[in-house]
T-cell receptor, first 114, second 116 residues
Framework: GNSVTQMEGPVTLSEEAFLTINCTYTATGYPSLFWYVQYPGEGLQLLLKATKADDKGSNKGFEATYRKETTSFHLEKGSVQVSDSAVYFCALIALGGATNKLIFGTGTLLAVQP | GAGVSQSPSNKVTEKGKDVELRCDPISGHTALYWYRQSLGQGLEFLIYFQGNSAPDKSGLPSDRFSAERTGGSVSTLTIQRTQQEDSAVYLC??????????????FGPGTRLTVT
């Protein structure tokens, strides 16, 4: 079946550190891939997406590249800020089904310290 | 414009009671999804609506859960005879039906349900 695996948290970094949150997926065909972010006390927000192999999604300094060879979609940011502290969810939509339902990873809590 | 809204934001109910959760999608969005976020299960899909029909109900955990959508807009998720394991945050999302933006789902703030 379709699934998403992402690294366990929490991830604790100092401000301006480099961030990587690993995400790998299992899916039939070529899914669309997403990163969602949930800031404290807020709802889920779409951070970035990629819909085909080698696409790079980017937003707010975050990037992720759709790697078909390694079935991965790792999230990166060159210099994190305290305001980036949140829970990050990797997700996929498996195309060709009756629905565009999102399948989520378990989430990774990021805590950035000043 | 207005985003997805959900009500109530918090609901505390006694075990065995019925509850109704409401979702107002973004105007013009024909696709509507319900998800559940709980500590033990993470984020899981419940049901999908396209217009007023529900072609995918595969995520509903039991026959105590049902949902409807009327007028292609507002949706209600009903949980009958609530159990403690139903305690979770229930999230609603909507998206447009066509093009690449059909993959972008916009989430509401959720309803936190606590069953005592």
């Amino acid at each position: 079946g379709n699934s998403v695996t992402q690294m366990e948290g929490p991830v604790t970094l100092s401000e301006e550190a480099f961030l990587t949150i690993n995400c790998t997926y299992t899916a039939t065909g070529y899914p669309s891939l997403f990163w969602y972010v949930q800031y404290p006390g807020e709802g889920l927000q779409l951070l970035l997406k990629a819909t085909k192999a080698d696409d790079k999604g980017s937003n707010k300094g975050f990037e992720a590249t759709y790697r078909k060879e390694t079935t991965s979609f790792h999230l990166e940011k060159g210099s994190v800020q305290v305001s980036d502290s949140a829970v990050y969810f990797c997700a996929l939509i498996a195309l060709g089904g009756a629905t565009n339902k999102l399948i989520f990873g378990t989430g990774t809590l990021l805590a950035v310290q000043p | 414009g207005a985003g997805v809204s959900q009500s109530p934001s918090n609901k505390v109910t006694e075990k065995g009671k019925d509850v109704e959760l409401r979702c107002d999608p973004i105007s013009g969005h024909t696709a509507l999804y319900w998800y559940r976020q709980s500590l033990g299960q993470g984020l899981e899909f419940l049901i999908y609506f396209q217009g007023n029909s529900a072609p995918d109900k595969s995520g509903l955990p039991s026959d105590r859960f049902s949902a409807e959508r009327t007028g292609g807009s507002v949706s209600t998720l009903t949980i009958q005879r609530t159990q403690q394991e139903d305690s979770a945050v229930y999230l609603c999302a909507s998206s447009s039906a066509s093009g690449s933006s059909s993959y972008e789902q916009y989430f509401g703030p959720g309803t936190r349900l606590t069953v005592t």
